[in-house]
């Protein structure tokens, strides 16, 4: 059974191979083998099965006994070397590739969990997670408690004995909590729990969730992965034996990544170091710009000292991330008010984009939840996710500036 697939490292120096852990160069340079043609960058393969030499060589394959494709829907040259990219650079043993993040999470919790199940998760998540974990899983016998940020000492006590996922986001979405993987870490191990972590927001570059103790680690890689806002696509990688059990599933189920997309998201890795190194600056630039602005009543931004959990961030984030929140003053109207005055920045649903996106959570994303379970979630009337790009900074802050201005 191919899980992970170990790509071929190019040779860095006269045809010598030479070793490498810097995640810049295994982003550029781990690649799928070359074909007999001599490529420099790899084809996209738009096939949707492969062929066999004879039939020992297909019973072989379809019994897991060689490693080799089959059929696009369980693996394929690109969401190989996508998936192998990602897994080196979060130090992961294996990974899988999905149509998109949510399918990553769902797929994971599916192919995990058991009728009776329950799942300990931090209270600030994406939207369509809290859907999954209140609406759905409910469905299978499978129930989901929350906690907050500021309640991490007391999660021991809501551990049961039927409890096997212990869930974070950090940076959470859209609320920006950072929550200490360390701590969490320890306790999963104690525990016995599967430590699951949604790294979207820090990507692998920022943060690796496994150094602390995470057994998976899922990203939604529309995100900054991609980088552009041209494709869709998820991920999720760590321990090789419970990606077998998610590869499993997944295979018979369907949910698998698109060649197309793979190979979109496999060249997007090679810049996602310098990309996110100046998102993290412009978004520093525009947290300290917001922080002094009167009309603004907070400002959450990991690396802003004025964060709860400043320290955590630095000690298990190399940068801040590229994601900003703030209360806009004037409760769920200020915010709609702020979004009709913006001029330059996009108004949309995604985020991790060259281009600044700012959405109001209450009025847009959200607005289908009760006010009580927006709380539930970390979400305050005014808030605002500002998805800093890398226009020139000072155009990004000047159209914020100008949408604030009373």
């Keep these: ?86 897994a080196k650079m979060e130090g992961a043993e294996s990974g899988y590739a999905f149509a998109t993040g949510m399918a990553a999470v769902y797929s994971t919790f599916a192919a995990l969990l058991n009728s009776g199940d329950h799942i300990l998760s931090c209270q600030s998540v994406f939207g369509a997670t809290h859907a999954l974990f209140t609406k759905y899983l409910p469905k299978w016998n499978i129930e989901t408690t929350y906690f907050k940020a500021e309640d991490a000492g007391n999660v021991e006590n809501l551990i049961k004995p039927n409890t096997r996922v212990l869930y974070l986001e950090t940076p959470t979405n859209p609320a920006i909590e950072v929550l200490d993987l360390e701590f969490f870490g320890k306790i999963a191990k104690k525990h016995h729990l599967i430590f699951i972590v949604d790294n979207c927001f820090a990507t692998p570059y920022l943060q690796q969730p496994i150094k602390f103790g995470a057994d998976l680690v899922v990203h939604s890689a529309t995100k900054l992965i991609d980088g552009q806002g041209r494709v869709l696509g998820g991920v999720t990688v760590g321990r090789a034996d419970l990606i077998k059990e998610i590869y499993a599933f997944s295979r018979l189920t369907g949910p698998s990544l698109a060649p197309f997309n793979a190979w979109v998201l496999s060249k997007s890795l090679e810049t996602l170091a310098v990309r996110v190194e100046k998102h993290c600056e412009n978004a520093l630039k525009v947290a300290e710009f917001l922080e002094n602005h009167p009309n603004v009543e907070f400002v ?37 008010n702020f979004l009709d005055k913006i001029k330059m920045c996009s108004l949309s649903a995604n985020l991790g984009d060259t281009r600044t996106i ?49």
């Design 300 to 336: 959450k931004y990991p690396f802003l000292k004025s964060h709860p959990n400043y320290e955590i961030a630095r000690k298990q984030m190399k940068l801040g991330g590229n994601i900003v929140a703030f209360e806009v003053k004037g409760g769920i109207q200020g915010g709609r």
């Design 358 to 406: 700012v959405t109001h959570p209450a009025s847009t994303t959200h607005s289908k939840l009760s006010d009580e379970e927006r709380k539930e979630v970390g979400i305050s009337a005014g808030l605002v996710r500002c998805s800093v790009g890398l226009e020139n900074v000072q155009d990004i802050i000047a159209d914020l500036k100008q949408a604030l201005d009373i």
């Design 1 to 86: 059974m191919r899980h992970c697939y170990i790509t071929k490292m190019e040779n860095l120096s006269n045809g010598n191979p030479q070793p490498t852990n810097s995640f810049e160069t295994i982003a550029i340079r781990a690649q799928a083998e070359r074909s007999q043609y001599g490529e420099h960058s790899v084809p996209v393969y738009l096939t949707s099965s492969f062929v066999f030499d004879d039939a020992e060589d297909m019973r072989a394959s379809f019994a897991e006994e060689k490693e080799k494709n089959l059929y696009s829907r369980y693996s394929n040259p690109n969401t190989n070397e996508f998936i192998d990219k990602v």
